[in-house]
């Protein structure tokens, strides 16, 4: 074969393979539905628990790439002095897959406390229990939990699967997405709730209010 012949037929191979490649990417391409009804209209009473809206800053609002946002804290009578502090990000493009937990906290100087990691699973009424994942971090001597799950609407079939493989959980694919998304995190101190008690009960009415503003077409996962 002369240089011109094989120059000719790796032209052929790299147009056909763009060619797939495009092809491919337009049959994975997935919706980006909005939520329902905005993060706000998340009731501020929740069972034994009622919330109150916190101020964000602005910088932090943009580093954390959200199209909306929740931040409340909420307490219960039945919990003296325990505050769960609620940080709902939804992002129409899923850029806020870049800011779970197990990225955020280390870059803050946080370490993760192996032994404290529990993964619970809530039954709000729905078809199947939604798992979240209750997180330990220290500090020098402070230590912080955190409760984390997380939504993708317009998920493929495709995607979900290949998402909860063990090669891709933890990769780059894990954490991006064509479709919106949805993060949910609650931190609280790590001095109390040690066995996430109120940790369930409260995800429990969180998950049953946010039920109506959540696109139907949804997938939900635990591991940060």
């Known amino acids: 074969m002369s240089r011109f012949q094989r120059v000719v037929l790796c032209g052929a191979v790299l147009t056909v393979g ?11 391409q997935t919706e980006r539905p909005e939520l329902l009804h905005p993060l706000a209209t998340v009731p501020r009473e929740l069972g034994a628990w009622t919330g109150s ?12 790439q959200t199209t ?4 409340r804290v909420y307490e219960s009578r039945k919990y003296p002095g325990l505050k769960l502090h609620l940080w709902v990000n939804y992002s ?3 850029n806020n897959l870049r800011h779970t937990p197990e990225i955020c906290l280390p870059s803050g100087g946080w370490t993760k406390i192996e032994s404290q990691t529990r993964v619970l699973p809530i ?3 729905g078809a199947s229990p939604v798992r979240i994942t209750r997180l330990g971090y220290s500090r020098g001597e402070l230590v912080e939990h955190v409760g ?9 079939k495709l995607e979900n699967y290949v998402r909860h493989l063990p090669i891709t959980s933890r990769s780059s694919h894990g954490r991006t997405t064509r479709g919106s998304s949805m993060t949910v995190e609650v931190f609280y101190p790590g001095d109390q709730d040690l066995e996430g008690e109120a940790l369930r009960e409260f995800a429990r009415e969180l998950i049953g209010a946010m039920e109506p503003i959540l696109p139907i077409r949804r997938a939900a996962y635990h591991v940060p």
Do not use: C, K, M, T
Not at 18 to 28: F, G, P, S, T, Y
Not at 68 to 71: A, R, S
Not at 148 to 156: R, T
């Open 148 to 156: 984390f799950w997380y939504y993708i609407f317009g998920e493929g």
């Open 53 to 64: 809206d916190q101020p964000v800053d602005p910088e932090i609002l943009e580093r954390a």
């Open 68 to 71: 909306e946002y929740l931040n």
């Open 18 to 28: 763009l060619a797939v490649q495009a092809a491919l990417e337009r049959l994975n």
């Open 123 to 125: 039954d709000a009424g």
């Open 92 to 94: 129409r493009v899923g």
